[in-house]
């Protein structure tokens, strides 16, 4: 394939490839400290990976003729691909925050939903079958004592934001973390398959929130602390997402913060592949 012709034929689809890959490269750049300079309150990369998101954003806009042609099946293909899109440039709301005490707002904001999905899991033993209910009872046995302890060292750390009590916010955060991750697998290998069902959708509950509060403390974690966190889990993520319903997360996400759950299960795959890259 001739790439000049192809640029020519396809002007609009080669311009969204430069962007993006403006965008992308942006985001490494940044990552490694690199700023090509001062660029107003900003610098040259940051204001270059701006610039390209609000083109993307002119770019994914649904032309009239278009939509109108369209079949439904393609529209709705379509409006999926710009919310991915759009979750690869915007940060996420639950790692957008610009400072610990923010962070530790936003993870005490998550009290009321963390306790009633904890609630959910300790009243889920007497609907199981009578076989399988020890088994869940034991694999969860630990989750209202590690999420009082989290939400207190939350609060500790929003009333003195300093680095040690950041450091026990993030030693606690995957002691629970890997309280979850055992517990799903535990309930995983309950045989009753209503049983295994109604477990692993109580424990999700849990997990999908934890998980948040885990990117939460992750995005004001250095390097370093982030490297010690990961060495502390055991259960890696990937070994516990077959077990994960992304929508039902998508789904509390999205309604936590009031945004469309397209554009919440994008950003909860995104924030499952950074922990995975993180070595979680």
Same mark, same amino acid.
């Given at each position: 394939?001739?790439?000049?012709?192809?640029?020519?034929?396809?002007?609009?689809?080669?311009?969204?490839?430069?962007?993006?890959?403006?965008?992308?490269?942006?985001?490494?750049?940044?990552?490694?400290?690199?700023?090509?300079?001062?660029?107003?309150?900003?610098?040259?990369?940051?204001?270059?990976?701006?610039?390209?998101?609000?083109?993307?954003?002119?770019?994914?806009?649904?032309?009239?003729?278009?939509?109108?042609?369209?079949?439904?099946?393609?529209?709705?293909?379509?409006?999926?691909?710009?919310?991915?899109?759009?979750?690869?440039?915007?940060?996420?709301?639950?790692?957008?925050?610009?400072?610990?005490?923010?962070?530790?707002?936003?993870?005490?904001?998550?009290?009321?939903?963390?306790?009633?999905?904890?609630?959910?899991?300790?009243?889920?033993?007497?609907?199981?079958?009578?076989?399988?209910?020890?088994?869940?009872?034991?694999?969860?046995?630990?989750?209202?004592?590690? &999420? &009082?302890?989290?939400?207190?060292?939350?609060?500790?750390?929003?009333?003195?934001?300093?680095?040690?009590?950041?450091?026990?916010?993030?030693?606690?955060?995957?002691?629970?973390?890997?309280?979850?991750?055992?517990?799903?697998?535990?309930?995983?290998?309950?045989?009753?398959?209503?049983?295994?069902?109604?477990?692993?959708?109580?424990?999700?509950?849990?997990?999908?929130?934890?998980?948040?509060?885990?990117?939460? /403390?992750?995005?004001?974690?250095?390097?370093?602390?982030?490297?010690?966190?990961?060495?502390?889990?055991?259960?890696?993520?990937?070994?516990?997402?077959?077990?994960?319903?992304?929508?039902?997360?998508?789904?509390?996400?999205?309604?936590?913060?009031?945004?469309?759950?397209?554009?919440?299960?994008?950003? /909860? /795959?995104?924030?499952?592949?950074?922990?995975?890259?993180?070595?979680?």
């Amino acid at each position: 394939m001739n790439p000049i012709s192809n640029v020519w034929n396809h002007p609009k689809t080669s311009a969204a490839g430069l962007l993006i890959a403006v965008v992308t490269i942006a985001g490494v750049l940044s990552q490694q400290g690199l700023t090509l300079g001062a660029a107003g309150s900003g610098t040259v990369v940051t204001l270059a990976g701006a610039i390209a998101t609000a083109l993307l954003g002119l770019l994914a806009r649904d032309p009239g003729t278009e939509s109108v042609r369209a079949s439904s099946s393609t529209g709705s293909t379509a409006k999926l691909g710009v919310w991915a899109l759009i979750a690869l440039l915007l940060p996420l709301p639950f790692v957008g925050g610009c400072s610990g005490v923010t962070i530790a707002q936003d993870i005490v904001n998550w009290t009321p939903a963390l306790e009633s999905a904890v609630a959910t899991v300790d009243s889920a033993a007497s609907l199981l079958a009578p076989a399988d209910a020890p088994i869940f009872a034991v694999a969860t046995v630990g989750f209202d004592a590690a &999420s &009082s302890l989290l939400v207190a060292q939350a609060k500790v750390y929003l009333a003195n934001p300093t680095a040690s009590l950041l450091a026990q916010l993030q030693t606690q955060v995957v002691t629970f973390q890997q309280q979850v991750n055992a517990a799903l697998l535990q309930a995983a290998k309950i045989t009753n398959t209503a049983s295994q069902q109604h477990a692993l959708a109580c424990i999700q509950g849990v997990a999908t929130i934890v998980s948040t509060i885990f990117a939460l /403390v992750q995005s004001v974690s250095s390097k370093i602390a982030v490297a010690q966190m990961a060495t502390q889990s055991t259960i890696k993520l990937a070994a516990v997402l077959p077990y994960m319903d992304e929508g039902k997360a998508a789904r509390i996400v999205a309604g936590h913060y009031g945004e469309p759950v397209e554009l919440a299960r994008m950003q /909860v /795959v995104n924030a499952e592949y950074a922990e995975v890259r993180a070595g979680f």
